[in-house]
């Protein structure tokens, strides 16, 4: 059975290190790009990228409680069992 090409660890080691580059290369752009900030915390190096992290980081904890929120029970579509 032949994995698909995502699912190899080679692959994967190869996108994060991918990544990663792309965000080195990214943080790096600061020193070469000027940039004139509107707010006194947009002045802080690699804000962007601190900015970025955190908005995710927070979009991904608001899901799990919406998750913990609307989860249903584990026999939600069950037929009822009262004996009329």
């Known amino acids: 059975m032949s994995d698909h ?7 994967i080691r190869l996108l994060w ?3 990663l580059a ?3 290369l990214t943080v790096a752009a ?7 900030a509107h707010f006194s915390v ?3 190096f690699a804000f962007g990228a ?7 980081a927070a979009l991904i904890l608001a899901a799990k409680a919406m998750g913990a ?3 249903r029970q584990d026999r939600y579509y069950e037929e009822p069992d009262d004996d009329r």
């Open 5 to 11: 090409w995502l699912a190899r660890p080679a692959t």
């Open 17 to 19: 290190c991918a990544f």
């Open 22 to 24: 792309v965000l080195a």
């Open 30 to 36: 600061e020193f070469a790009v000027e940039r004139e």
């Open 42 to 44: 947009e002045g802080v």
């Open 50 to 56: 601190w900015y970025g992290f955190l908005a995710c």
């Open 69 to 71: 929120w609307l989860k």
